[in-house]
C-alpha cells in the first residue's frame, strides 16, 4: 500500500483555479493534475464551507473519549478513594473505553494509581528483604578461569 501525502497548497490552489476558469469538468480537472475525484471535490467542499484550503490534520483521526469534563471528575473520585481501581474508576466515570485509555490519560495528568488490592498479603509472600544474593548474576567474579566443570576435560574412568 503507498503512503499517502498531504497534498501542497500551491497545488490545492492551481485545481480551483483551473475549476474557478471553467477549464474542465471536475473529473477532468482531477486527471488533469493527477489527483483523485474525491480530492476535488472534497476541496471544493472545504472552500465553500470553512473558506479555507488548508490542509486540516489537526482534526483527522479518532477522537477522544475522555474531555476535559472527565479530568475534574477523575480528580474528585480519586481525592475521595484514593485506591480505586482502573475498572472502579470507569465505572465511576460511566465511561466506556478501554483500562489501557484510562492509564494513559492518568499518566498525563501525572497522577499514579494503587496496583495491589489493599488486602492482607498471603502466607507466602515475601515478609522481609532478606540477605538473599543476586542469583548466578552475583557469582560472576567469584569462579576462577578454568575452575567451572564445563571448562575441565573430563575424567575417564579405569
Given at each position: 500500500?503507498?503512503?499517502r501525502r498531504?497534498?501542497?497548497l500551491?497545488?490545492?490552489e492551481?485545481?480551483l483555479?483551473?475549476y474557478?476558469?471553467g477549464?474542465?469538468?471536475?473529473?477532468?480537472?482531477?486527471r488533469?493534475?493527477?489527483?483523485?475525484l474525491?480530492?476535488?471535490?472534497?476541496?471544493?467542499a472545504?472552500?465553500?464551507?470553512?473558506?479555507?484550503i488548508?490542509?486540516r490534520h489537526?482534526?483527522?483521526?479518532?477522537?477522544p473519549?475522555?474531555?476535559?469534563?472527565?479530568?475534574?471528575?477523575?480528580r474528585?473520585?480519586?481525592?475521595?478513594?484514593?485506591?480505586?481501581?482502573?475498572?472502579?474508576?470507569?465505572r465511576?466515570?460511566?465511561?466506556?473505553?478501554?483500562?489501557?485509555?484510562?492509564?494513559?490519560?492518568?499518566?498525563k495528568?501525572g497522577l499514579?494509581?494503587?496496583?495491589?488490592?489493599s488486602e492482607?498479603?498471603?502466607?507466602?509472600?515475601?515478609?522481609s528483604?532478606?540477605?538473599a544474593?543476586?542469583?548466578?548474576?552475583?557469582?560472576?567474579?567469584?569462579t576462577r578461569?578454568?575452575?567451572?566443570?564445563?571448562t575441565n576435560?573430563a575424567?575417564?574412568r579405569?
Amino acid at each position: 500500500m503507498r503512503k499517502r501525502r498531504t497534498t501542497s497548497l500551491d497545488l490545492r490552489e492551481r485545481i480551483l483555479a483551473a475549476y474557478d476558469a471553467g477549464e474542465g469538468t471536475r473529473e477532468g480537472i482531477a486527471r488533469r493534475f493527477r489527483v483523485s475525484l474525491g480530492m476535488v471535490k472534497k476541496l471544493l467542499a472545504q472552500r465553500r464551507h470553512t473558506g479555507s484550503i488548508a490542509p486540516r490534520h489537526h482534526l483527522a483521526g479518532r477522537k477522544p473519549r475522555m474531555v476535559a469534563t472527565h479530568q475534574r471528575q477523575r480528580r474528585a473520585l480519586l481525592g475521595e478513594k484514593p485506591d480505586l481501581t482502573l475498572k472502579e474508576l470507569r465505572r465511576g466515570l460511566g465511561l466506556e473505553c478501554s483500562l489501557q485509555a484510562i492509564h494513559v490519560v492518568l499518566g498525563k495528568m501525572g497522577l499514579t494509581y494503587k496496583k495491589r488490592r489493599s488486602e492482607r498479603p498471603n502466607k507466602t509472600a515475601r515478609t522481609s528483604r532478606g540477605h538473599a544474593g543476586a542469583g548466578a548474576a552475583g557469582k560472576v567474579g567469584l569462579t576462577r578461569r578454568g575452575s567451572s566443570s564445563w571448562t575441565n576435560p573430563a575424567r575417564r574412568r579405569t
